[in-house]
């Protein structure tokens, strides 16, 4: 028998892809019943109903990781969006303002500026600033 190989009896073992390994695992008995029936109803062998779990498990682990992380991305940048919102408001604020203050100190330029053509409608509307935010003594 030399140069020869022996051949052995029975069923050749499945081809396995290159990229795969076995896995072997000891579920309790009654758990294994369970298995076998719900193969059963899905028409599949046990093992690839085992299989299947595994990779979906596997699969949406990976899949939930992505989301946590896309997940925390995102309340960042609402984080900065809210941020930027906020100084936005505080700016249009202090404009405000600071137009009221110049306005109801009787600066015409602010008036050109802020209003362009109704110029004459706001020097008319001056004096009616009387809601102003701050003491008569400062304007």
Request: net charge negative; aromatic share 4%; charged share 35%.
């Amino acid at each position: 028998m030399t140069g020869e190989t022996k051949k052995k009896a029975g069923r050749p073992p499945k081809a396995r892809p290159a990229d795969t390994s076995e896995l072997r695992i000891t579920i309790p008995t009654h758990e294994i019943e369970y298995i076998k029936q719900v193969a059963a109803i899905k028409g599949i062998e046990p093992g690839a109903l085992v299989r299947k779990a595994v990779e979906t498990h596997v699969s949406l682990g990976e899949r939930l990781e992505k989301i946590e992380a896309d997940m925390n991305e995102v309340r960042g940048l609402h984080s900065s969006i809210l941020t930027s919102l906020d100084r936005i408001a505080e700016f249009i604020a202090r404009r405000e303002r600071d137009y009221r203050i110049a306005l109801a100190g009787g600066d015409i330029q602010v008036a050109d500026e802020v209003f362009a053509d109704d110029v004459m409608d706001v020097r008319r509307d001056l004096p009616e600033y009387d809601d102003l935010p701050f003491e008569e003594d400062d304007r």
